[in-house]
């Protein structure tokens, strides 16, 4: 109820104050597990993105957000799943795979934190965007937000074509193999 009614609110917010424009949205498929990948650029990127992606996304966020009752409520009410960043552990993994595994859409950002778009080019991923997508057999779609957000200024959410990790699917998921589907990844949101 509060993610249906914060994402109409999000839309108009968005549309109005950054004309927001959204490519290849055919992209995501309309059903089944779908991970989106995008770039963070700004503390509105989980927003702009749940009020402009059709189907509800499911985010992980970081874990001080949930510091208190209120907030918690209010962050599990919109789809937002608590990580603690500097150790993820094996909760925020089974709180991701139950929304892949029940077909749903999970969104990452692939750094998991906020990088400009300069620094974008020298940063690296996390292998968790990697790991969910191999256990889960989910679709990644790469999404890069651009330029940054100005009032007034056209914003675009460039969504590109499923990922190929068909290479790394029969493998273990070993911790370097990991990290190289995780750089495959990051280099079609870099791409983009």
């Known amino acids: 109820m509060l993610y249906r009614f914060a994402r109409r609110l999000f839309f108009i917010y968005y549309l109005l104050l950054y004309r927001v424009r959204v490519e290849g949205r055919e992209n995501i498929p309309s059903q089944g597990p779908v991970i989106l990948c995008a770039n963070h650029i700004s503390m509105h990127d989980p927003m702009l993105l749940g009020a402009f ?20 409520r209010i962050m599990r009410s919109l789809n937002a799943m608590p990580v603690v960043r500097a150790s993820p552990g094996m909760s925020s993994f089974k709180s991701a795979m139950a929304v892949l595994g029940s077909g749903r859409v999970l969104g990452i950002f692939a750094q998991g934190r906020r990088v400009s778009l300069k620094e974008y080019d020298d940063g690296s991923i996390k292998a968790g965007v990697a790991l969910f997508a191999l256990k889960s057999g989910a679709e990644v779609i790469p999404i890069k937000i651009t330029p940054r957000y100005r009032v007034f200024l056209p914003l675009t959410i460039k969504i590109g074509a499923p990922v190929d990790l068909s290479a790394f699917r029969p493998q273990k998921t070993r911790s370097d193999m990991l990290n190289q589907a995780a750089e495959v990844i990051y280099n079609r949101v870099k791409e983009m």
């Not at 992606?53 to 918690?72: D, M, Q, W, Y």
């Open 53 to 72: 992606i059709r189907r509800p996304v499911h985010f992980l966020a970081k874990s001080e957000l949930f510091g208190n009752p209120l907030t918690n």
